[in-house]
């Protein structure tokens, strides 16, 4: 699915070589049946200085997060933290700076990149992200934060 380009035909991610080392664990998606493409957008303007939004993503039971993409107005750009509420534990040890979530210097032909997890990411029941976005501009910011995952097939109630 991922590695053979099915899930998101438009990226050229994987025919560059940029995430070789990342691919294999992509392994059990790219067999597994039924699986769909899908991804959460969260667009604000924070507040200068500082500002910041804290925002609950509700995923599928199941589903994996497995790339992230973002966007800014202001050259300072903001930063990320991600919480998993199943698991009780962040997505990265730290913050993670907008500008490592998005192509930033030679991305080898890549036409829209993406930082893509050395791994994909489990979401289990509840199915919870908290996702807090903290501006780093001493002005107002309009910021894009794109979480990319796969959702398991819908079994019948």
């Given at each position: 699915?991922?590695g053979?380009?099915?899930?998101?035909?438009h990226?050229?991610?994987?025919?560059?070589?940029?995430?070789?080392?990342?691919?294999?664990?992509?392994?059990p998606l790219?067999?597994?049946?039924?699986y769909i493409?899908?991804?959460?957008?969260?667009?604000?303007?924070?507040a200068?200085?500082?500002?910041?939004?804290t925002?609950?993503?509700t995923?599928?039971?199941?589903?994996?997060?497995?790339?992230?993409?973002?966007t800014?107005t202001?050259a300072?750009?903001?930063?990320?933290?991600?919480?998993?509420?199943?698991?009780?534990?962040?997505?990265?040890?730290?913050?993670?700076r907008?500008?490592?979530?998005s192509?930033?210097?030679?991305v080898?032909?890549?036409?829209?990149?993406?930082?893509?997890?050395?791994?994909?990411?489990?979401?289990?029941?509840?199915?919870?992200?908290?996702?807090?976005?903290r501006?780093?501009?001493?002005t107002?910011?309009?910021?894009?934060?794109?979480?990319?995952?796969?959702?398991?097939?819908?079994r019948?109630?």
């Amino acid at each position: 699915m991922i590695g053979d380009l099915r899930l998101w035909p438009h990226l050229n991610q994987w025919e560059h070589g940029y995430y070789p080392d990342a691919l294999p664990e992509y392994a059990p998606l790219d067999s597994a049946a039924g699986y769909i493409p899908s991804l959460v957008a969260i667009t604000e303007t924070l507040a200068a200085n500082k500002g910041q939004l804290t925002a609950q993503v509700t995923l599928l039971a199941g589903s994996y997060l497995w790339a992230f993409a973002s966007t800014t107005t202001q050259a300072e750009g903001f930063e990320i933290r991600i919480h998993d509420l199943a698991s009780q534990t962040p997505i990265s040890r730290s913050a993670i700076r907008y500008d490592n979530l998005s192509g930033q210097g030679s991305v080898q032909g890549i036409t829209f990149p993406l930082h893509v997890l050395p791994r994909p990411r489990l979401i289990l029941e509840p199915g919870q992200l908290t996702v807090q976005l903290r501006n780093l501009s001493a002005t107002a910011n309009a910021v894009q934060l794109v979480l990319y995952t796969v959702e398991p097939p819908c079994r019948p109630s």
